[in-house]
Nanobody
Framework: QVQLVESGGGLVQPGGSLRLSCAAS????????LGWFRQAPGKAREGVAC????????FYEDSVQGRFTISRDDAKRKVFLQMNSLKPEDTAVYFC???????????????????WGQGTQVTVSS
């Protein structure tokens, strides 16, 4: 059974940093590309970043480019999202998701991801 469990969310001041983790189980992580998405209250879910299987290419949403870094450790079965220079508009529930195969040219739409975690809350506020 595929399972994704996010952790690392919390309350942080503007300009601060957080590192989100997503622990994967129940499938061969090496075969999957992984993505981070977020959903703020009253807004649609949006893609934040994704990392491909095999070549580990990464893609970012424009508003987080240069501030967020996605990485993966297949041996530890984890995916990470390092978030720096956080802004109040980054406040949202953050989800990790998995899609089989490699991705290229950008992150797939959320509808294309098959498996999702339950989310972790990130709040950026002074």
């Amino acid at each position: 059974q595929v399972q994704l469990v996010e952790s690392g969310g919390g309350l942080v001041q503007p300009g601060g940093s957080l590192r989100l983790s997503c622990a994967a189980s129940g499938f061969t992580l090496d075969d999957y590309s992984l993505g981070w998405f977020r959903q703020a209250p009253g807004k649609a879910r949006e893609g934040v970043a994704c990392i491909s299987s095999s070549d580990y290419n990464t893609f970012y949403e424009d508003s987080v480019q240069g501030r967020f870094t996605i990485s993966r450790d297949d041996a530890k079965r984890k995916v990470f999202l390092q978030m720096n220079s956080l802004k109040p508009e980054d406040t949202a529930v953050y989800f990790c998701a998995a899609i089989i195969g490699a991705v290229a040219g950008g992150c797939p739409n959320s509808e294309d991801f098959n498996d999702w975690g339950q989310g972790t809350q990130v709040t950026v506020s002074s």
